[in-house]
T-cell receptor, first 119, second 111 residues
Framework: GAVVSQHPSRVICKSGTSVKIECRSL??????MFWYRQFPKQSLMLMAT?????????EQGVEKDKFLINHASLTLSTLTVTSAHPEDSSFYIC???????????????FGSGTRLTVV | DAKTTQPTSMDCAEGRAANLPCNHS???????VYWYRQIHSQGPQYIIH???NNETNEMASLIITEDRKSSTLILPHATLRDTAVYYC????????????FGQGTILTVHP
Protein backbone atom coordinates (compact mmCIF):
# COMPACT_ATOMS: atom_id res chain seq x y z
CA GLY A 1 0.00 0.00 0.00
CA ALA A 2 0.86 3.68 -0.12
CA VAL A 3 3.44 4.80 2.42
CA VAL A 4 4.40 8.24 3.66
CA SER A 5 7.64 8.44 5.58
CA GLN A 6 7.88 11.32 8.04
CA HIS A 7 11.11 12.36 9.75
CA PRO A 8 12.20 12.98 12.39
CA SER A 9 9.79 11.20 14.70
CA ARG A 10 10.96 13.28 17.65
CA VAL A 11 12.95 16.48 17.89
CA ILE A 12 13.94 18.76 20.72
CA CYS A 13 15.20 22.21 19.84
CA LYS A 14 16.15 25.38 21.62
CA SER A 15 13.88 28.38 21.57
CA GLY A 16 14.69 30.66 18.64
CA THR A 17 16.05 27.96 16.36
CA SER A 18 14.41 26.46 13.27
CA VAL A 19 13.33 22.87 12.74
CA LYS A 20 12.63 21.09 9.47
CA ILE A 21 10.23 18.17 9.18
CA GLU A 22 10.21 16.01 6.05
CA CYS A 23 7.49 13.91 4.50
CA ARG A 24 8.22 11.58 1.62
CA SER A 25 5.80 9.50 -0.40
CA LEU A 26 7.63 6.25 -1.04
CA UNK A 27 5.57 4.55 -3.71
CA UNK A 28 3.28 7.15 -5.23
CA UNK A 29 3.30 10.69 -6.49
CA UNK A 30 2.03 13.07 -3.84
CA UNK A 31 0.45 15.87 -5.80
CA UNK A 32 -1.09 17.33 -2.65
CA MET A 33 0.25 17.39 0.89
CA PHE A 34 -1.61 18.43 4.03
CA TRP A 35 0.10 19.49 7.23
CA TYR A 36 -1.66 19.12 10.58
CA ARG A 37 -0.82 20.07 14.14
CA GLN A 38 -2.16 18.26 17.19
CA PHE A 39 -1.93 19.47 20.77
CA PRO A 40 -2.29 17.01 23.67
CA LYS A 41 -5.78 15.54 24.01
CA GLN A 42 -7.01 17.53 21.03
CA SER A 43 -7.92 16.64 17.49
CA LEU A 44 -5.85 17.26 14.39
CA MET A 45 -5.95 20.83 13.14
CA LEU A 46 -5.16 21.49 9.51
CA MET A 47 -2.41 24.04 9.09
CA ALA A 48 -1.91 24.19 5.35
CA THR A 49 -2.39 22.48 2.01
CA UNK A 50 0.34 22.36 -0.59
CA UNK A 51 0.26 21.28 -4.20
CA UNK A 52 3.47 20.26 -5.91
CA UNK A 53 5.17 23.23 -7.47
CA UNK A 54 2.78 25.79 -5.98
CA UNK A 55 2.69 27.96 -2.90
CA UNK A 56 0.96 26.47 0.10
CA UNK A 57 -2.50 27.58 1.17
CA UNK A 58 -2.61 28.28 4.88
CA GLU A 59 -5.61 27.94 7.15
CA GLN A 60 -6.85 31.00 8.97
CA GLY A 61 -4.70 31.89 11.93
CA VAL A 62 -1.62 29.98 10.77
CA GLU A 63 1.40 32.22 10.22
CA LYS A 64 2.87 31.44 6.82
CA ASP A 65 6.17 33.14 7.64
CA LYS A 66 6.59 31.00 10.71
CA PHE A 67 5.57 27.67 9.20
CA LEU A 68 7.34 27.44 5.87
CA ILE A 69 6.12 24.71 3.56
CA ASN A 70 8.00 23.54 0.51
CA HIS A 71 6.57 20.99 -1.92
CA ALA A 72 9.09 21.14 -4.70
CA SER A 73 8.77 17.55 -5.90
CA LEU A 74 6.08 14.90 -6.18
CA THR A 75 7.68 12.84 -3.44
CA LEU A 76 8.84 15.37 -0.87
CA SER A 77 7.27 18.09 1.20
CA THR A 78 8.91 19.88 4.10
CA LEU A 79 7.58 21.95 6.98
CA THR A 80 10.04 24.32 8.63
CA VAL A 81 9.12 25.83 11.97
CA THR A 82 11.12 29.03 12.10
CA SER A 83 12.20 30.77 15.29
CA ALA A 84 10.49 28.08 17.34
CA HIS A 85 9.08 28.89 20.75
CA PRO A 86 7.75 26.64 23.50
CA GLU A 87 4.16 27.25 22.37
CA ASP A 88 5.07 25.62 19.04
CA SER A 89 5.66 22.34 20.86
CA SER A 90 3.18 19.95 19.33
CA PHE A 91 2.67 16.80 17.27
CA TYR A 92 2.96 17.59 13.55
CA ILE A 93 1.48 15.18 10.99
CA CYS A 94 1.57 15.19 7.22
CA UNK A 95 -0.87 13.57 4.82
CA UNK A 96 -0.45 12.98 1.13
CA UNK A 97 -2.75 12.30 -1.77
CA UNK A 98 -1.99 11.68 -5.39
CA UNK A 99 -1.90 9.33 -8.31
CA UNK A 100 -0.21 5.99 -8.52
CA UNK A 101 -0.88 5.13 -4.91
CA UNK A 102 -0.82 1.38 -4.99
CA UNK A 103 -3.56 -0.19 -2.95
CA UNK A 104 -4.97 3.09 -1.70
CA UNK A 105 -8.72 2.98 -1.73
CA UNK A 106 -9.32 6.30 -0.10
CA UNK A 107 -6.53 8.45 -1.40
CA UNK A 108 -5.16 9.84 1.87
CA UNK A 109 -2.02 8.48 3.50
CA PHE A 110 -0.67 9.87 6.75
CA GLY A 111 2.84 10.07 8.06
CA SER A 112 3.67 8.76 11.51
CA GLY A 113 4.01 12.23 13.00
CA THR A 114 6.77 14.35 14.52
CA ARG A 115 6.82 15.25 18.19
CA LEU A 116 8.40 18.71 18.47
CA THR A 117 9.51 19.97 21.86
CA VAL A 118 10.91 23.49 22.10
CA VAL A 119 12.87 24.21 25.26
CA ASP B 1 -18.32 19.59 4.31
CA ALA B 2 -20.97 18.31 6.71
CA LYS B 3 -20.37 18.38 10.46
CA THR B 4 -20.28 15.11 12.39
CA THR B 5 -21.18 14.27 15.99
CA GLN B 6 -19.66 11.34 17.84
CA PRO B 7 -19.77 10.20 21.47
CA THR B 8 -16.72 11.31 23.40
CA SER B 9 -15.81 7.85 24.63
CA MET B 10 -16.89 4.22 24.54
CA ASP B 11 -15.77 0.99 26.16
CA CYS B 12 -15.77 -2.49 24.71
CA ALA B 13 -14.77 -5.92 25.99
CA GLU B 14 -12.05 -7.74 24.10
CA GLY B 15 -13.49 -10.18 21.59
CA ARG B 16 -16.83 -8.43 21.41
CA ALA B 17 -18.07 -6.22 18.61
CA ALA B 18 -17.45 -2.50 18.95
CA ASN B 19 -20.17 -0.33 17.41
CA LEU B 20 -19.20 3.30 17.01
CA PRO B 21 -21.97 5.70 15.98
CA CYS B 22 -21.66 8.92 14.01
CA ASN B 23 -24.32 11.48 13.30
CA HIS B 24 -24.07 13.51 10.10
CA SER B 25 -27.58 14.84 9.67
CA UNK B 26 -26.55 17.62 7.29
CA UNK B 27 -24.77 15.35 4.84
CA UNK B 28 -25.42 16.13 1.20
CA UNK B 29 -25.83 13.80 -1.73
CA UNK B 30 -22.27 13.70 -2.97
CA UNK B 31 -20.55 13.50 0.40
CA UNK B 32 -18.79 10.36 1.55
CA VAL B 33 -18.40 9.10 5.10
CA TYR B 34 -14.81 8.27 6.04
CA TRP B 35 -13.54 6.58 9.17
CA TYR B 36 -10.00 6.91 10.48
CA ARG B 37 -8.43 5.95 13.76
CA GLN B 38 -5.43 7.27 15.63
CA ILE B 39 -3.51 5.16 18.05
CA HIS B 40 -1.65 7.21 20.64
CA SER B 41 1.22 9.27 19.20
CA GLN B 42 0.82 7.90 15.68
CA GLY B 43 -0.59 9.26 12.45
CA PRO B 44 -4.22 8.50 11.56
CA GLN B 45 -4.94 5.19 9.89
CA TYR B 46 -7.62 4.77 7.23
CA ILE B 47 -10.32 2.26 8.11
CA ILE B 48 -13.16 2.43 5.61
CA HIS B 49 -15.37 4.81 3.66
CA UNK B 50 -18.72 4.73 1.91
CA UNK B 51 -21.36 6.76 0.13
CA UNK B 52 -24.69 5.07 0.76
CA ASN B 53 -24.24 1.32 0.59
CA ASN B 54 -22.91 -0.66 3.50
CA GLU B 55 -19.25 -1.48 3.16
CA THR B 56 -17.01 -4.16 4.61
CA ASN B 57 -13.29 -4.72 4.48
CA GLU B 58 -10.75 -6.70 6.47
CA MET B 59 -10.78 -4.17 9.28
CA ALA B 60 -14.39 -3.18 9.77
CA SER B 61 -17.91 -2.76 8.46
CA LEU B 62 -19.64 0.52 7.79
CA ILE B 63 -23.40 0.70 8.09
CA ILE B 64 -25.01 3.85 6.68
CA THR B 65 -28.69 4.51 7.36
CA GLU B 66 -31.02 4.80 4.42
CA ASP B 67 -31.44 8.56 4.90
CA ARG B 68 -27.63 8.81 5.26
CA LYS B 69 -27.95 10.97 8.35
CA SER B 70 -26.00 8.59 10.53
CA SER B 71 -23.62 5.69 10.29
CA THR B 72 -22.04 3.04 12.48
CA LEU B 73 -18.55 1.64 12.31
CA ILE B 74 -18.40 -1.96 13.46
CA LEU B 75 -15.23 -3.67 14.59
CA PRO B 76 -16.48 -7.27 14.70
CA HIS B 77 -14.03 -8.72 17.23
CA ALA B 78 -12.29 -5.94 19.11
CA THR B 79 -8.79 -6.50 20.43
CA LEU B 80 -6.68 -4.49 22.85
CA ARG B 81 -4.83 -3.06 19.84
CA ASP B 82 -8.05 -1.46 18.65
CA THR B 83 -7.90 1.01 21.54
CA ALA B 84 -7.66 4.36 19.74
CA VAL B 85 -9.46 7.56 18.85
CA TYR B 86 -11.91 6.94 16.00
CA TYR B 87 -12.78 9.80 13.69
CA CYS B 88 -15.85 9.97 11.47
CA UNK B 89 -15.37 12.49 8.65
CA UNK B 90 -17.74 13.59 5.94
CA UNK B 91 -16.18 14.92 2.78
CA UNK B 92 -17.61 15.94 -0.52
CA UNK B 93 -17.04 14.01 -3.69
CA UNK B 94 -13.98 12.05 -4.64
CA UNK B 95 -11.66 14.98 -5.16
CA UNK B 96 -8.71 15.11 -2.83
CA UNK B 97 -9.74 18.09 -0.78
CA UNK B 98 -8.79 18.54 2.86
CA UNK B 99 -9.99 16.21 5.58
CA UNK B 100 -11.36 18.03 8.61
CA PHE B 101 -11.14 16.10 11.87
CA GLY B 102 -13.65 16.46 14.69
CA GLN B 103 -13.05 15.35 18.26
CA GLY B 104 -13.64 11.67 17.57
CA THR B 105 -14.55 8.82 19.92
CA ILE B 106 -12.02 7.39 22.34
CA LEU B 107 -12.57 3.64 22.20
CA THR B 108 -11.08 1.66 25.06
CA VAL B 109 -11.02 -2.11 24.70
CA HIS B 110 -10.82 -3.93 28.03
CA PRO B 111 -9.43 -7.44 28.64
Amino acid sequence: GAVVSQHPSRVICKSGTSVKIECRSLDFQATTMFWYRQFPKQSLMLMATSNEGSKATYEQGVEKDKFLINHASLTLSTLTVTSAHPEDSSFYICSATGSGAAGVSNGYTFGSGTRLTVV
Amino acid sequence: DAKTTQPTSMDCAEGRAANLPCNHSTISGNEYVYWYRQIHSQGPQYIIHGLKNNETNEMASLIITEDRKSSTLILPHATLRDTAVYYCIVKGGTSYGKLTFGQGTILTVHP
